[in-house]
């Protein structure tokens, strides 16, 4: 199983940057948009938010949240001493 968690992580690394490319090209040709974004990062087991409205930092909580679950379904069993 661990010999499939880097080249899982390298394709997800590489399809978020090809969405980011299309959707940068996307907004490009549109003309005026306004754009919106938040970020989470750890600093230890303590998450940091940031956001421009509660909208995004709830979007980014709840992708990080999803993030989680699934790292914990797939690493569960090692994770328990």
């Known amino acids: 199983m661990e010999e499939q968690l880097i080249p899982i992580g390298i394709l997800v690394i590489l ?18 948009t306004r754009t919106e974004g938040g970020f989470i990062f750890f600093i230890g087991p303590f998450p940091v938010l940031g956001g421009a409205t ?3 930092i709830f979007y980014v909580l709840l992708i990080a949240s999803i993030a989680l679950l699934v790292i914990f379904l ?3 069993k090692r994770l328990i001493f």
């Open 74 to 76: 797939l690493l569960g």
């Open 15 to 32: 399809i978020g940057f090809v969405l980011l490319i299309i959707g940068i090209a996307l907004t490009a040709f549109k003309g005026k």
């Open 54 to 56: 509660s909208k995004e």
